[in-house]
């Protein structure tokens, strides 16, 4: 009996012994889903040339280079989607190395091609970000580091402050300690031809743009300072050698609280900063005339006041100008010079979860050539969050 006891106590603690050393199971991962749906309709006035056709990406959302310049008459168009409806899908999960993790892929309609205004209005789902976060790490597609999110203001169009603000959303590697952080993101460089002429878009890059930031607080004022470097490639003779340049550029960012009501405002400079400024209304470099690359200055502010009427009611005041330092030799005169654009509206949620949303805003494009163009939107919102 003894011996039988013995040997079962072995066998239990040999037992015992193997689940102790077999590795932890990490724990099941928690799902979220959330999202909003939201129909823009708006009128726009194109008061220097014709509207873009309704495939184009100008009458989806405004962007400051496709503001027609130059022409004859007044062209006046209406629109409606819901192609800015977006949906999030979370997860975090405890690991079993005892970290946790947390991951985010986000999808909305805007700018894919497909589709039309015929019969069904189908538009296929885009990628926004795709991205997770593991310890100090963020590794997938996600808001550039060089970027300020919170002094974006509250918009009835999809950006707003969009002629002189940082934006962009690429694949990229951050490391985050407090409120320091560093990236290397995907290289991508736009190009002018000599003279002037369609956008060139080269991959050529070989070196990722890498970036810095710093973000802090004093008082009732939040602020981020940013600083990227990056290089510009592109074969520009064929001969399998590519032409570098290097660009650089700073933006600080600032919002200062004034009780319910805010004042956000943003200043970015540079050369070479191309696709990052003003949804690439300025290349980042121009082929001279020996094929060499030479990059642009360019340059942008935005302004926003935030007034809360009441606790469901406010309104946003929002300018915003972005400008290049062109050399005409190089780009030519038909090349722009600056956008700007100034916009009012008025928020209204009779629910935490639910926005009605007016706004009036004035647009305008000039070359180096003095010609001008200039585009005034009516446009309306409704928006259910979830």
Do not use: C
């Not at 003894?2 to 799902?31: C, N, R, Y």
């Amino acid at each position: 009996m003894l011996q039988q006891q013995l040997t079962k106590s072995l066998i239990a603690s040999a037992v015992l012994g193997v689940f102790a050393m077999a590795p932890a199971h990490a724990a099941d991962p928690e799902w979220d889903f959330s999202g909003y749906i939201k129909l823009d309709a708006f009128m726009s006035d194109y008061q220097d040339g014709n509207a873009p056709a309704s495939g184009n990406l100008g009458r989806q959302f405004y962007i400051p280079s496709l503001t027609p310049v130059g022409g004859n008459g007044d062209d006046a168009v209406t629109d409606f989607h819901a192609r800015q409806s977006r949906f999030f899908f979370d997860v975090s999960q405890e690991l079993d190395n005892g970290e946790s993790i947390k991951a985010r892929i986000e999808l909305d309609f805007l700018t894919v091609p497909v589709g039309d205004e015929r019969i069904t209005n189908s538009y296929a789902p885009r990628l926004r970000q795709a991205y997770f976060t593991y310890k100090n790490w963020l590794v997938g597609q996600a808001w550039s580091n060089f970027q300020n999110l919170s002094i974006l203001p509250e918009s009835v169009d999809f950006i707003g402050a969009t002629d002189g603000i940082i934006f962009a959303r690429q694949p990229q590697v951050r490391y985050t300690q407090g409120g320091f952080s560093v990236s290397a993101e995907t290289p991508e460089t736009t190009v002018t031809p000599f003279g002037g002429g369609a956008r060139i878009t080269s991959s050529d890059g070989v070196v990722p743009d890498l970036t810095a930031k710093y973000v802090g607080k004093t008082g009732n004022v939040s602020y981020s300072i940013a600083g990227i470097v990056r290089q510009l490639a592109y074969d520009t003779n064929g001969d399998g050698s590519d032409e570098t340049a290097s660009g650089y550029g700073i933006s600080v960012g600032a919002k200062w609280q004034l009780g319910k009501n805010d004042l956000r405002a943003s200043f970015q400079t540079g050369t070479g900063l191309g696709r990052y400024l003003g949804l690439n209304t300025h290349n980042g470099a121009v082929i001279d005339a020996n094929g060499d690359l030479e990059t642009i200055d360019s340059s942008g502010v935005t302004f926003a006041y935030r007034h809360v009427w009441n606790e469901k009611a406010r309104s946003n005041f929002v300018y915003s100008r972005g400008w290049a330092d062109n050399d005409v030799n190089l780009l030519g005169n038909a090349v722009t010079e600056y956008t700007q654009r100034l916009g009012v509206n008025y928020m209204y949620s009779p629910a935490a979860n639910l926005t009605f949303g007016a706004e009036l805003s004035q647009a305008t494009r000039e070359t180096e050539a003095g010609v001008q163009g200039d585009m005034t939107r009516l446009h309306f919102m409704a928006m259910y969050s979830f």
